[in-house]
């Protein structure tokens, strides 16, 4: 089956921009994460959605949105883009997101701001 | 607010020789995931462990929790050239009504053949 897909996988923004990234899950998942990795910060959890509900959160600022849609795809978008948000952004998937399941990543998609 | 440090930040190994890499966390965790990640590539999930104590095996591979879900471990038996990257733990944590997540920094392997 096909796995957790990303669009785009690359683009670059400029300062101020807004940035909408896509997260396809593998068909079944209800859960979906949103991951951002920088060279410096490493791995860090944005959030989580289970059946369009936010179900989890990280300490981003509230620049930093998502929704789940009712097919279980998700969105990310960044407002107001800063140079540090510069980063792989990683959406991952799983059956309900509770202990137990297997976690997928997507490829990532990569954003540069300039 | 929670940390989870992971050590070492570099290891480079013999072929043939083992691997172990460690998480400790700062507050006690409700259960532990390990992720491997190539160069270039995503973070690949390997295991979760919940129980306290818990151990389990992946063919050359041990992750053990601690007894006071606090640490976590990952040993790697007779590493191969295949075992290069990048593997990280993270420490789940129920706070809030929410489900904490945080990553360790990472453990980057090179395996010299």
């Known amino acids: 089956k096909a796995g957790v897909t990303q669009t785009p996988r690359y683009l670059i923004k400029t300062r101020g921009q807004q940035v909408t990234l896509s997260c396809s899950p593998i068909?079944?998942?209800?859960?979906v994460s949103w991951y951002q990795q920088t060279p410096g910060q490493g791995l860090q959890f944005l959030f989580e959605y289970f059946s369009e509900t936010q179900r989890n959160k990280g300490n981003f600022p509230g620049r930093f949105s998502g929704r789940q849609f009712s097919n279980s795809r998700s969105e990310m978008n960044v407002s107001t883009l800063e140079l540090g948000d510069s980063a792989l952004y990683l959406c991952a998937s799983s059956l309900t997101g509770d202990a137990g399941n297997t976690i997928y990543f997507g490829e990532g998609s990569w954003l540069t701001v300039v | 607010g929670q940390q989870v440090m992971q050590i070492p930040q570099y290891q480079h190994v013999q072929e043939g020789e083992d691997f172990t890499t460690y998480c400790n966390s700062s507050t006690t965790l409700s259960n532990i995931q390990w992720y491997k990640q190539r160069p270039g590539g995503h973070p690949v999930f390997l295991i979760q462990?919940?129980?306290?104590?818990e151990v389990k095996k992946q063919k050359r591979l041990t992750f053990q929790f601690g007894e006071a879900k606090k640490n976590s471990s990952l040993h790697i038996t007779a590493t191969q050239t295949t075992d290069v990257g990048t593997y990280f733990c993270?420490?789940?944590?129920?706070?809030?009504?929410?489900?904490?997540?945080?990553f360790g920094t990472g453990t980057k392997l090179q395996v010299i053949p």
């Open positions: 993270a420490g789940i944590m129920h706070s809030g009504g929410y489900q904490k997540v945080t």
């Open positions: 462990l919940v129980k306290s104590g």
């Open positions: 068909s079944g998942h209800r859960s």
